[in-house]
């Protein structure tokens, strides 16, 4: 579609010359001869660029400008004038000019500035855009729940939202803790500034510091140019620090110091770089139980649990698993195209009364794997994972009890033994960590390679190479592990993606 630009002059040779020239670059081209015609017309129409001269006999162009941002608050608008000052176009740029042309024109100088002036327009509409469908995306709405666990989180989320206050959100991998960070941004003054997101545990210990706070070139090894950190890329927005309890213990001291100052220095820096950003927290730790251990600096603790939001395991508001399984089943029925209209009774049954360690994400997961997997209009309990459809055949393959009763009787086999025994204690650890693999190694005193293998042996899958914590398996051969673990012990996983 051709931009629509409007041309106001009470001279008719001007208006003449630039609807010539503009229609012959394939613009829409209106005029108006004075700024109370052009004002008429900026609103009854649409236009995507305003013309108009400084000086007309019928009003002048400094009113109409600042009249016309009244409508058009993204419309650029082009100043022309035979009079050609640096006041006047001080003037009219502090008043929201785009650019300023004099008398006589120069027809390349022309074409330039209405193609920078109409690209700029569309960068601004395309960032308004963006920004409101973020606003959408993470509006209280979003985070979906009708119980009462819930809805107590949409309260505190209301209240909060609006302050600069630090902000701790603690929960189980899996709980949604990066959607509600989000929701807390979008739903601040601050909402217009970045938002930046940062996995405390997924950055070597070796590189946190200039990933945080950047680094001057040369200050190490393969510092080859100046690098801002993340804490500048956030200013006057938010920071979003998840897994905060993997924080190594001298990067606690130096973001304790961050939030005390709202300042810090580069890595091999000696400049005072200034910040206004507001940080919320995240963890799947209780750090109050780390603080004691001394995992977790005591005075950092209090600074980040200014105001805390516990976000309940999906088994605490079973109610709403109907809600978010049918939201999901829409959005991954449209992403595949797919005419799938509803869930079963009979899978919705087998859903409602699985255990999910992954929490939401572990239900998405699920929902997705059904929608790619089902061709029907419904999805049926075939297209659900084995560890859904059959939690049965996920007991411990023996008791301690059995296998000496099988060795009384000649009739133990060690390795099958073993295995049942590794994989028991895999699966303890595994709860115990919350679902985190590399914890989960080093509370059985294994390596993290270790660790894969073994796991990767006894089928306890839902695990990639980029990703630490557990999301829910995807195939029938997994069915076993998942709910070994809920046999054998009663809390939760993990999540990917999700927090």
Not at 64 to 93: G, H, N, Q, W
Not at 140 to 147: N, Q, T, V
Not at 151 to 164: G, M, W
Not at 168 to 189: C, D, M, Q, W, Y
């Amino acid at each position: 579609m051709n931009a629509r630009i409007l041309v106001v002059d009470d001279e008719l040779s001007v208006r003449e010359f630039f609807e010539i020239l503009l229609s012959k670059e394939g613009y829409d081209v209106v005029t108006a001869l004075d700024g109370k015609d052009a004002l008429r017309l900026i609103r009854e129409q649409t236009f995507d660029l305003i013309i108009t001269d400084l000086q007309m006999k019928n009003g002048d162009g400094m009113t109409l400008l600042r009249e016309s941002k009244k409508f058009l608050t993204d419309v650029p608008v082009i100043m022309i004038t035979a009079f050609a000052t640096t006041d006047t176009a001080v003037e009219a740029m502090k008043a929201g000019a785009f650019d300023y042309l004099s008398k006589p024109f120069k027809i390349e100088e022309i074409k330039v500035i209405l193609k920078k002036a109409l690209m700029t327009k569309n960068i601004v509409a395309e960032n308004h855009a963006l920004k409101s469908e973020l606003r959408d995306k993470y509006d209280f709405a979003s985070l979906l729940g009708e119980s009462e666990a819930i809805a107590t989180v949409f309260q505190l989320l209301k209240k909060i939202s609006p302050t600069r206050t630090n902000v701790l959100i603690v929960g189980e991998s899996g709980t949604g803790k990066e959607l509600v960070a989000r929701a807390i941004h979008f739903n601040s003054p601050r909402k217009d500034g970045p938002i930046v997101t940062v996995n405390c545990g997924a950055i070597p210990e070796t590189l946190i510091e200039s990933e945080l706070f950047g680094h001057e070139k040369g200050s190490f090894t393969g510092a080859t140019a100046t690098k801002p950190g993340l804490f500048e890329a956030a200013n006057k927005g938010s920071i979003f620090l998840d897994e905060i309890g993997e924080l190594p213990l001298p990067m606690q001291v130096k973001l304790l110091r961050v939030i005390q100052e709202r300042s810090f220095h580069r890595v091999g820096g000696t400049e005072s770089i200034e910040v206004d950003v507001r940080l919320i927290a995240a963890t799947n730790r209780n750090l109050e139980e780390e603080v004691k251990k001394g995992n977790f600096r005591e005075d950092l603790f209090y600074r980040l649990n200014v105001i805390q939001i516990p976000l309940p395991p999906l088994r605490d508001r079973k109610q709403d698993i109907p809600l978010l399984a049918e939201h999901f089943l829409r959005k991954y029925a449209k992403e595949t195209a797919k005419d799938i209209r509803r869930i079963s009774k009979e899978a919705m049954d087998l859903l409602m009364a699985y255990t999910y360690y992954g929490n939401v994400r572990e239900l998405e997961n699920i929902i997705e794997r059904s929608v790619a997997l089902e061709t029907g209009q419904a999805v049926q309990p075939d297209s659900l994972p084995g560890n859904v459809l059959h939690p049965e055949q996920n007991a411990p393959k023996f008791s301690l009890q059995e296998a000496d009763q099988k060795f009384q009787q000649g009739q133990l086999a060690l390795d099958v033994l073993v295995d049942s025994f590794e994989k028991e204690w895999l699966l303890k650890a595994l709860e115990r960590s919350h679902g985190s693999r590399s914890r989960a190694a080093r509370l059985l005193g294994i390596s993290s390679r270790s660790m894969r293998y073994r796991l990767k042996k006894h089928g306890i899958g839902g695990y990639d190479d980029e990703d630490d914590t557990l999301i829910g398996m995807d195939e029938a051969s997994e069915s076993g592990s998942r709910q070994n673990l809920n046999t054998l012990t009663k809390t939760t996983g993990a999540e990917k993606g999700s927090r």
